[in-house]
């Protein structure tokens, strides 16, 4: 398949070029960032800024498939109406274009934000865990509003057009370049530490696992599907860490393994067959740090989002 994707230059985006690539797709890779003006690598790199309807125009047409994951991605380091305007509208003009240009499917990368207990100016927290698709949506937030407006429009483009898509909710993302410095601190805390999202992570290669899923298969209409490890980043008891820091306030669902994530994936199991493979255990060691051979491979460069990278550049 002829298949664009969007924030190339992200960790996610990166890691969704590799694996497109080991998988045999013919792979444009777009984004904001300048592009080097010699000899392309395995990759066709396009520079384009997609809040300008212009240039999603320009980039879209001729793909099979787009998987959208160009955003700014946090609510924290822009001015709240920067965030908003750019990623709503580089959501609405990519979506026209692949609905104007005859794209069958199309994969939005949302946010596990979305339902608006991660970065509230008014505190609340989720109702149940883990936390499913079926959970009420409140954003306060720029990003989270920007992600949920996303969704919106992914309904509308599948309801007046022949396009199918995807948006995947993905949870706190990891790689080997950041894992230490995230997770790290909450497996030397041992529970102590409270999380909006019940201590829930993915690694960047179990999303982008999702994304060339969704892509490739052909599943009707718009759904929305979490992303998450199967266990959480303390590896202790879900239901016991959610007592402890939430008492009685948040309802407690069956879950398939004590440790397991506080969110749940099995919308995306039963749509799509795709189950998380990776765990902080595969690159962390007991006490949080960096497994010396993971760091190996990223001082030479040998990680799946180095690689993807290095596809672009």
Do not use: C
Not at 27 to 56: C, F, K, M, N, W
Not at 132 to 158: C, F, I
């Amino acid at each position: 398949m002829r298949i664009l994707v969007t924030g190339a230059r992200g960790k996610v985006g990166a890691a969704a070029v590799h694996h497109l690539l080991r998988s045999g797709h013919e792979v444009t890779a777009v984004d904001a960032a300048a592009p080097v003006y010699e000899r392309a690598r395995e990759v066709r790199y396009i520079q384009a800024d997609l809040s300008d309807a212009g240039h999603a125009a320009a980039v879209v047409p001729g793909h099979d498939a787009v998987i959208h994951a160009a955003a700014i991605p946090s609510p924290v380091k822009n001015p709240p109406h920067v965030i908003f305007q750019n990623n709503v509208m580089a959501t609405y003009n990519t979506l026209e274009a692949a609905e104007r240009s005859g794209v069958s499917r199309f994969v939005h990368l949302s946010s596990e934000t979305v339902p608006g207990f991660s970065y509230p100016t008014r505190y609340f927290h989720a109702d149940y865990a883990p936390i499913d698709e079926g959970h009420r949506v409140a954003p306060q937030d720029s990003y989270a509003l920007s992600k949920s407006v996303g969704e919106a429009l992914m309904d509308a483009a599948v309801a007046r057009s022949d396009m199918n898509g995807v948006s995947v909710r993905p949870t706190w993302v990891q790689w080997e370049g950041n894992i230490e410095r995230n997770v790290g601190p909450i497996v030397r805390a041992a529970g102590a530490d409270r999380s909006a999202s019940f201590w829930s992570y993915v690694t960047v290669y179990d999303v982008a696992d999702l994304l060339v899923l969704a892509a490739t298969t052909d599943i009707p209409g718009h759904e929305v599907l979490y992303a998450a490890a199967a266990d959480n980043a303390n590896g202790l008891p879900l239901h016991d860490l959610v007592r402890r820091h939430f008492g009685d306030e948040v309802e407690l669902r069956p879950v398939s393994r004590e440790d397991a994530s506080g969110i749940s994936t099995a919308k995306a199991v039963r749509l799509l067959g795709w189950k998380p493979k990776r765990s902080w255990r595969d690159w962390l060691d007991d006490d949080g740090y960096l497994r010396p051979e993971v760091q190996y491979r990223v001082d030479a460069g040998n990680t799946g989002v180095q690689q993807g990278w290095a596809a672009i550049s």
